[in-house]
Nanobody, 120 residues
Framework: QVELVESGGGLVQAGGSRKLSCEAS????????MSWYRQPPGKQRALVAT???????TYADSVKGRFTISRDNAKNTMYLQMNNLKPEDTAVYYC??????????????WGQGTQVTVSS
């Protein structure tokens, strides 16, 4: 069994910064691709950024140049550094990980979400 836990959400003023973390725990053999998604109020969940197992990263156009995704494989942790935040970045942020367990099963896992609110 694998669990993802996000942290770092909160209230921040427009133009400010926030860093989210997502720690994976449990019966982990290898963590493959990891991603951040977000779901604004009344809208669908959407992909924000992905970091592949080789370190390659991709971003949604709306966050390019402002957000940086990274990972620390030794800590089984992924991060999202968010700079120059805008009110439209307000959302619940979820991490997602494709993880192979110690029993060699490939699993897709979601965290519980962390709220980020950007005030104008």
């Amino acid at each position: 069994q694998v669990e993802l836990v996000e942290s770092g959400g909160g209230l921040v003023q427009a133009g400010g910064s926030r860093k989210l973390s997502c720690e994976a725990s449990g019966s982990i053999f290898r963590i493959n691709d990891m991603s951040w998604y977000r779901q604004p109020p009344g809208k669908q969940r959407a992909l924000v950024a992905t970091i592949f197992s080789n370190g390659t990263t991709t971003y949604a156009d709306s966050v390019k140049g402002r957000f940086t995704i990274s990972r620390d494989n030794a800590k089984n942790t992924m991060y999202l550094q968010m700079n120059n935040l805008k009110p439209e970045d307000t959302a619940v942020y979820y991490c997602h990980g494709i993880i192979r367990t110690t029993t060699m099963v490939l699993t897709k896992n979601w965290g519980q979400g962390t709220q980020v609110t950007v005030s104008s």
